[in-house]
């Protein structure tokens, strides 16, 4: 039922390394001399540190250029509202913003060129994943100002595909997804790692059999961190393959998996990936694991020069058995601002879900739960299990799960069991794009609770 997919590659996928960097540099260049012109949040920025545009003159020289953070851009709305300086003059067809869980949406302007550009981009990606204009696909992404689902739907429609665009469970609901599903036979999915496997328990429910009721030959995702784990109970629980795509506001359809799968190519005609020391903030080498940071090529409203995205990875640019030159990023490893720092310890989020994913009593929701107002720094993991358990049976699972913790990130937290379904509410599970799996009582603690008594 896997198999590979014989996929057509644009010339640039496969072009020589001198070819890429040349077609790199005369496209940074035109970008800086657009920016230093109408882009004065760039312009002020460079001026300060000194910058003259003349010093810019190869890919290296970017180097030279500041990081700019998500702080910046929020100063800059600050002080300059409603959407800042650092759009430039350009005027929007399309007001995107930043996807984050937290704080104020960041607006971020495409041009009608920016969204052709990125719905390219976005097509190159379906068709490395073998979709074909006989294709139709379910889209369960939301199209909102979180730019995933737009990306999906355009990119599909400009290689020439169909889209069913049904967004979250919030806007059709799952029983509906199902029902659709059922009878308009889209052939491929898109929707977030954690809804994929929500529509397979739904269907379940609904006595259908998600391997083989259904015609998805694939499945998309994107907008959370998949894990090799989360990637191999999709794929068996839906009986086909699943395509990871990792991308933000700012670096719009910037990656995407080949049938190799082994790792995500950057389309380097559009961006230019590099990866800082977190803490020094010097470059690191290739297969190197650092901070990202990314830097626009094509666009005409909003550019990004330098901009911390804050995902760890690494890059390496060895080939791809595929046939494509653009480098490839690893799996993202964590988020830098998600970096927990853990009596001395260095925590990602991820790592937890990877340990908890080895365990097949547990279900697919958890939380991690946060004190650090101690001087013990109390973490609890929350975590359903896969099927309701005696509290003898909780008891030893919850002693299990937290010696395979302490094993695998080098810290032992408590672990509390959860009946299924229990943990977080279906609505919040199908409305939600990203789910934060971080609960941070540090600062709400007035009065001390048992593990987990206010999760729902
Ligand atoms: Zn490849």
């Known amino acids: ?34 920016a230093w012109r109408n882009v004065s949040f760039y312009r002020k920025r460079w001026e300060a540190a000194g910058i003259r545009q003349d010093a810019i003159r190869t890919i290296g020289d970017l ?53 052709e550009h990125i719905a390219r981009l976005s097509a190159r990606r379906l068709r490395a994943q073998g979709v074909t204009p006989k294709d139709l696909l379910q889209i ?19 290689l020439g595909a169909g889209v069913i665009p049904t967004g979250t469970g919030a806007m059709t609901p799952s029983q509906r997804q199902i029902e659709i599903a059922r009878t308009w036979k889209p052939t491929v999915l898109c929707s977030t790692p954690s809804y994929a496997l929500r529509l397979a328990e739904v269907a379940e429910e609904m006595n259908l059999d998600p391997r083989c009721d259904f015609q998805f030959r694939m499945v998309y995702v994107t907008a959370e961190v998949l894990t090799p784990e989360m990637r191999s109970a999709i794929e068996s629980r839906w009986n086909c393959r699943v395509y990871d795509n990792y991308g933000s506001v700012e670096a719009a359809a910037s990656t995407y998996e080949c049938e190799r799968q082994n790792g995500w190519h950057i389309n380097e005609d559009s961006y230019v990936f590099e990866v800082l020391d977190p803490e020094s903030g010097a470059p690191l080498p290739d297969g190197e694991y ?27 640019d060895a080939p791809c058995p595929c046939g494509r030159t653009f480098r490839r990023m690893s799996a993202v490893r964590g988020r830098a601002d998600e970096m927990l720092k853990l009596r001395g310890i260095s925590i990602y989020p991820t790592a937890i879900e990877r340990a908890l994913r080895t365990f097949p009593e547990l279900g697919m929701q958890w939380f991690l739960v946060l004190d650090r107002s101690s001087s013990s720094q109390q973490i609890t993991v929350q975590v359903e299990s896969a099927n309701p358990l005696g509290a003898e049976q909780k008891n030893d699972l919850a002693g299990r799960v937290s010696d395979h913790l302490k094993q695998q990130i080098g810290v032992r ?30 600062a709400a603690l007035a009065s001390q609770q048992s593990p987990g008594s206010d999760a729902k």
Request: contains cysteine.
């Open 63 to 115: 180097r030279k250029l500041p990081v700019v953070t998500k702080a910046d851009f929020s100063e800059d709305l600050r002080q300059h509202p409603p959407f800042g300086t650092y759009q430039g003059k350009a005027r929007p067809a399309r007001i995107h913003a930043s996807s984050g869980i937290t704080g104020e949406p960041r607006p971020v302007f495409c041009t009608r060129s920016d969204c």
């Open 413 to 442: 937290p408590a672990v509390a069991i959860f009946d299924p379904g229990t943990l977080i509410s279906t609505e919040s599970a199908e409305g939600r794009v990203k789910t934060s799996r971080i609960i941070d009582r540090t």
């Open 1 to 34: 039922m896997l198999h590979y997919c014989g996929c057509i590659m644009e010339p640039i996928e496969q072009g020589r390394r001198a070819e890429i960097t040349a077609l790199q540099e005369q496209l940074l260049l035109n970008h800086i001399d657009k």
């Open 140 to 158: 369960t992404l939301p199209y909102t100002l979180y730019i995933g689902g737009t990306i999906a739907i355009e990119g599909a429609i400009a």
């Open 290 to 316: 650092g901070v990202l940071v990314v830097t626009s090529l094509f666009r005409e409203a909003s550019p990004f020069f330098r901009y911390k995205v804050g995902d760890i990875v690494a890059l390496w």
